[in-house]
C-alpha cells in the first residue's frame, strides 16, 4: 500500500485486512507496554494546514507506539503563514528524509496531489481534505461497528476478537446530519457500501450534497420516519459544520433549534431503536444540536470508544504503508487508493503482533 486517499476504489479485501490488521493492533493496546518495535527509525510527518485535536493526537500516537519518529507541523506559526506553498513544504519534507506524511488540508484533493505530483517519495495518508474524504475515520468507524455488531471481543471465551475476517453485510446504517460539508459521510457511505452494509443518509435537503443519487445509499428528509420505519443497526450523528457555512446557519437551517428538533438526536429517538443498536459520532460534538447529552452519554454510544479504536486503525494504516512487507497488486487512480496484498513474510509478523 502505497497511500491511504479515499476509500472510493478500496477494494473489500483490502478494506477487511485493514480492519483485521487494526483488531491485532488494538490487542496489543491492552499490554502493559503498548510500543512495538515495528516502525523503529522511520520518520512520520503531521502535515496540518487545519485545526485538529482528536485526528492529530491519534496519528501521532498511533506513530509513537509502532516506535516511529514523529514531526508535527502546523500551518500557523509555520513558513506557511509566510505565502510557502504546498509543493515547497512538501520538497522541504522530501529533503529531510519523511518516510510518511499524514495530511489534513482544507482544499479538496490536496492530498492526492501531494501524493502524486512527485514532490516527495514518501507514502500519504489523507487525514481530511476539504469537504472530500477522510479514510481513517470510516475505518475506524467500520472497525467500532463490526466488534459491536459483527462478533465482540471475548466472545468465544479466549478474549478475542470474534468479528476477525468478517465484512458488515446485512447491516443497516443511518448517517444523519450536515452530509453537505461532511467528508466523513462521503467516507463511510463508500466504504460501508463495500463491505455490504446497506445505508440511508438523512438530512434537510439543504445539506445534501448535488450528485447524492450518484452514491451507493438511500437518502432521507425524515429522521423520525427513518429510525420507526428502517430500524437502523447504527446511528452515526454528524456534526453541523458551521464553519463551512457561508451567510451563517440561517443560510442552511432556519435556526438551531429547529434543526434540532427535526434532526437531533434524543433519547426519545433512541428508545425507537432495536436495542442492539448503536449510537456514533466522529466528533467534535454540538451538544443540544444535532445531538442531546443523554444520548451522547447513553450506555449504547460507542463515541468515547470510537476515539480509541482511532489509534489501532491509524496504527494499521501506517504498517501497512511502512513496514516494508506489502506488494502493491493493483495501480492506483486519481479516486482510489492502491490496494495491496501480504507476502507470506507480513503474514507471520501480524500473527506474531
Not at 502546523?74 to 499524514?102: N, P
Not at 447513553?298 to 516494508?324: C, D, F, K, T, W
Request: hydrophobic letters at 40%; charged letters at 20%.
Amino acid at each position: 500500500m502505497k497511500h491511504l486517499l479515499t476509500t472510493q476504489g478500496l477494494s473489500k479485501d483490502d478494506a477487511i485486512l485493514l480492519l483485521d490488521t487494526s483488531a491485532q493492533m488494538a490487542a496489543t493496546q491492552s499490554r502493559e507496554n503498548k510500543k512495538l518495535p515495528t516502525l523503529r527509525g522511520r520518520t512520520v510527518v503531521n502535515l496540518f494546514y487545519e485545526d485538529s485535536t482528536r485526528t492529530r493526537i491519534s496519528f501521532e500516537t498511533a506513530a509513537k507506539r509502532l516506535s516511529a519518529d514523529v514531526i508535527n507541523f502546523s500551518a500557523k506559526g509555520s513558513s506557511v503563514s509566510k505565502g510557502e506553498s504546498l509543493k515547497d513544504t512538501a520538497l522541504t519534507l522530501h529533503a529531510m528524509g519523511a518516510d510518511a506524511v499524514v495530511v489534513r488540508h482544507w482544499a479538496s484533493g490536496a492530498a492526492h496531489q501531494l501524493a502524486h505530483a512527485g514532490w516527495l517519495d514518501a507514502g500519504v495518508l489523507n487525514a481530511g481534505d476539504g469537504m472530500h474524504q477522510h479514510p481513517t475515520q470510516a475505518l475506524l468507524d467500520a472497525f467500532t461497528i463490526r466488534r459491536h455488531l459483527v462478533g465482540r471481543v471475548g466472545d468465544d471465551g479466549r478474549g478475542t476478537d470474534t468479528s476477525v475476517g468478517a465484512d458488515l453485510a446485512g447491516l443497516r446504517i443511518a448517517i444523519v446530519g450536515d452530509v453537505l460539508h461532511s467528508r466523513v459521510a462521503r467516507s463511510n457511505v463508500y466504504l460501508l457500501h463495500t463491505l455490504g452494509a446497506e445505508v440511508t443518509l438523512v438530512a434537510p435537503p439543504t445539506l445534501v450534497p448535488v450528485g447524492v443519487e450518484t452514491w451507493p445509499c438511500r437518502v432521507s428528509y425524515h429522521l423520525d420516519e427513518t429510525l420507526e420505519q428502517w430500524q437502523p443497526d447504527a446511528v452515526m450523528m454528524l456534526r453541523v459544520q458551521r464553519e463551512r457555512m457561508s451567510g451563517g446557519s440561517g443560510a442552511f437551517f432556519p435556526s438551531p433549534m429547529e434543526y434540532s428538533r427535526k434532526f437531533g438526536f434524543d433519547a426519545r429517538r433512541l428508545a425507537v431503536l432495536p436495542d442492539h443498536a448503536i449510537v456514533m459520532h466522529p466528533g467534535p460534538m454540538n451538544r443540544g444540536l444535532e445531538i442531546s447529552a443523554a444520548a451522547a452519554d447513553h450506555p449504547r454510544s460507542v463515541i468515547v470508544e470510537q476515539v480509541a479504536n482511532g489509534v489501532a486503525v491509524r496504527m494499521a494504516a501506517l504498517y501497512l504503508l511502512l513496514s516494508g512487507d506489502i506488494t502493491s497488486t493493483s495501480t492506483s487512480t486519481s479516486a482510489s487508493t492502491s490496494t495491496s496484498t501480504s507476502t507470506s513474510s507480513s503474514t507471520d509478523e501480524r500473527t506474531a503482533l
